[in-house]
């Protein structure tokens, strides 16, 4: 890992109408728009979904590397988010959010293990440490 601080930039691009491009020096562009929930076309990632993804893919990196860490052996993990947009006060802000993940390990005795992991997990995501929306962890472990 490189030392901190580390730095990121994206760039958005627009026009009065059309969706944004949305694009970093590195990564291909993306097309962002409204979600239907604000009259958007739906067909597009919109910033509440992105946000949610971000909160996501950041958990499954972040159980990746304690499980490795810890030597968990596991087959797969499916991370689902789901957020909760409300009014606070005068703000529109996510309120909740919740994690549900389903990860499936071969042996019974990995349960507690793995558990401990997913939640560790969540305590390190930098993504959802950086919201101030409330948050819950839902797990399912699967043995094969």
């Known amino acids: 890992m490189d030392s901190l601080p580390h ?6 691009n627009a026009e009065p109408e059309n969706s944004l491009k949305t ?14 929930q604000f009259d958007g076309p739906g067909d ?7 946000l949610l993804a971000a909160a996501a893919n950041c958990f499954v990196l972040s159980f990746r590397t304690v499980a490795s860490i810890a030597k968990l ?3 797969t993990i499916q991370c689902t988010t789901e957020g909760v947009l409300d009014k606070v006060e005068r703000t529109m ?16 005795d ?15 995501c930098i993504v959802s ?12 472990i699967i043995i094969l």
């Open 7 to 12: 730095h990121y930039s994206v760039i958005v």
């Open 23 to 36: 694009s970093a020096a590195h990564l291909p562009t993306i097309e962002v728009a409204p979600p239907r």
């Open 44 to 50: 597009k990632w919109s910033p509440e979904e992105l």
């Open 73 to 75: 052996e596991w087959q």
């Open 93 to 108: 802000q996510f309120t909740e959010i919740v994690t549900r993940v389903v990860l499936t390990v071969e042996h019974e």
């Open 110 to 124: 990995s349960r507690s293990k793995a558990e401990k992991l997913l939640e560790k997990a969540e305590q390190i």
């Open 129 to 140: 440490n950086s919201l101030t929306a409330t948050k819950h962890l839902e797990i399912e």
